[in-house]
DNA sequence: CTGAAAGCGCTTACAG
DNA sequence: CTGAAAGCGCTTACAG
């Protein structure tokens, strides 16, 4: 391994003037810099990030706050998948590497912003995090600087899709269509993850706007994103209401869910009753029915969080929020009742 | 921030004494011990990682290679995603922390090898690497010890999926339902990934036994793992030969795009031809006609490659190669013939 | 069983 | 513009 010593002693020069070249630090003369730093590419010189870091307190390490217990999806969770993805490719090319961070190793460290300072990690990234209330708000107090992608946390700066939009704009479609008795299926939600809630709310505000009865017994809550909640909230509101004609479920998960219960009690789709999913999982398209469903952009939720991070590092101030708008994208689970 | 200089302060004992506590190391008596891990424990010391990579040149960091240029996928791949969620899983309780290694950042670091000297990483798992050839082959004989899953290098132990045995099992599948005219689709292949080569091989062993003629131009090789290649190659296949009864294809996703073609040629699947995948994805099960197919024991392989990495940390002997089955999922793009 | 000394590879004031 | 000194927080021989 090559230090800056070797190129002090091969160059002559001191260490802290190596040091210096080599960050492009302090006022060198244009020819030793140049000198050092032909002499480090020679050598093949790379830097010693744990001396490095050790001096700095600083790490180039972004942490990643990425857990999926809920869903037991992980790196395949439609939504967070994709936007990691993302994510990943704009900050790599920064000279950034990601590590995560994780309840597992809690034991040993206790809290996310003990990992943090164990690592010396620069800054963070709040994808999905676990028993968030306790940690969550630790770091976001911490002073380390944090960006959430759809977890809403006071001090950290999100990106996160406009969800009372695409409910609003899930209601207003069955509207249009001639709908009347919409029900809906609500995911699970925490206090720093609302999203379920948001789309409800968009979709009562279209109620009301459209002059429909907004009625609470046509909402069913789960407790857990998965299919088989959505078969038996479907059940429990078909037990409750004869005359629903169209759904709007959490995510398209939860209405494959809720459509196999529709289809076991002998109703067809969208004949019989129309649903509107969130996602667009890759099975959406091929679904009998296709799935009418949204597409969270992932890709400019990356890119942006990738963007507010890098201003936060760089001291730039940044936006507290910012909302990204789904794609409503149409297939056929929707009747039109007009025609 | 705590050092072990705080805990030699209040406990009275010298530095180095302190990190032996610490660490378990070196003949302490039980009392002094107990009494430094009390402190620390009281003062909530937490050990700086630069500091102790420093001087001991391991880092606890696990370097993951998993790049996706193909499929364009990333983190929700069929199959790498999935081992990556149960590798995480496994390794995140031994308090080691997983860190992306990236092409991305190659023109900084040069290759896999250097960013594993910049940050000391201890150990790597090669999932999906980029540039295979050249950077792969010097990791392989660098001496940092590595696992890969799916990949088969020279000097790096595997976990891997038996594709031989997947492919001989779908022919005499085939066969069996009395198809005697089997093309087969190929997945794009390396060399160090031969995955699609294996399947195939698997094929025309069972032909073989089973007294069929194999012949090349049955099979189609593809560019990349996509839907448009999966087209294409129905294409070229149908073009050359209107006796095709069956089709194996690499993946299920090229195999969408098979039957696309197959359907868009007025085909009907399985009645006219018969179809058999890989991956199990999440749509297979909804594809008309749902296909019948292969997953991979994501589990298991990541779980595998776990512990062969923390047998290789601990200097345990390890396999050089194993291979786990494949389960058969039998659904309906296949017509029994004798029927 | 415990500690004094030295060093890991780098950077940060501070002098000159 | 360049360098001597000190320090980041830890561990490793080596003494005793």
Redesign the pocket.
Known sequence: ????????LKT????????????G?????????KKILTVAEELG????M???S????KSFLIGIIFEDIDMQRGFEHPLFGGILNRLRMEIEVSGYDLIFLSHLSMEKRNSYVEHCRYRNIDVCVVINPVNADKSIMELASSGIPCVSTNFVIPGIPTVITANKEAGYNAASYFIRNGHKKIAYISGSYTRYNVAALDRLEGLRQAEKEFGLQYDESYVEYCPQWTRECGYKAMKSLLGRHKDITAVFVSSDNMAVGAMEYAKSAGMKIPEDISFIGFDDEMFSEFYSPPITTFRQNRTVIGELAAEILMNRIAGIPVSECVLIPADFIIRSSVKNMHS
Chains 1, 2 share one sequence.
């Not at 010189?45 to 010693?48: C, D, E, K």
């Open positions: 391994m090559v230090t800056i010593y070797d190129i002090a002559g020069f001191s260490a802290p003037t190596i040091s210096k070249a080599l960050n630090t302090g006022g060198l003369s244009k020819s030793t810099r010189y790379r830097p010693n744990a001396a490095r050790l001096t700095t307190k």
